[in-house]
C-alpha cells in the first residue's frame, strides 16, 4: 500500500496557477524642453525608491504592461514625485487635484498622446522653462 502511494504522489504534477497576461503595453516619455538638468524622484510614504536624470535636451522612455489607466504609468507605486532642477530648485508633485503646481507629473490632465493602436498607448510629458519659472515661484 506504502508503495502504491509513492508511486501516485510522484505522479502528481503541481502548477501554477494562470493569471491573465497583460496585453496592452503603456509608454511613457519624459522630454527635458528646459534649460535645467532635472532629476525626477519618485517617492513612497516619503522614501525615493526610484529616480531619473535629464540632462538638457534628453527624453526618456518608461514602458511596462499594465491593466490600469494609461497614465498610472508613472505613479503606480508612488505617491509623490519631487523634481529638482539644476541640483537646486525643487518642486512637489502628488496625485492630489489641487496642488501648487499648475501641471504635475501626477496629473493626467498634464501629458499629451493616448492610445496609437490596438494594444498600444503613447503619452510625454515635457518640462520647460516655464515649469522651472513657476518651481522658482514657489520658493523651490
Known sequence: ?????????????????????????????????????????????????????LGLSESII??????????????VYGDSTRVIYDDDISVFHNREEVQSVSRGLMLPSSYSGGKVSDEDYEFAYEFTDADYDEAVELGG
Open 1 to 53: 500500500m506504502l508503495l502504491f502511494l509513492a508511486v501516485i504522489s510522484s505522479c502528481i504534477v503541481e502548477t501554477e496557477p494562470e493569471y491573465p497576461i497583460p496585453t496592452d503595453e503603456y509608454f511613457l516619455e519624459l522630454i527635458n524642453k528646459s534649460s535645467h538638468t532635472i532629476e525626477i524622484e519618485r517617492l513612497s510614504n516619503g522614501i525615493v525608491f526610484q529616480s531619473y536624470v
Open 62 to 75: 518608461i514602458s511596462d504592461f499594465y491593466e490600469r489607466e494609461p497614465i498610472e504609468l508613472f505613479y
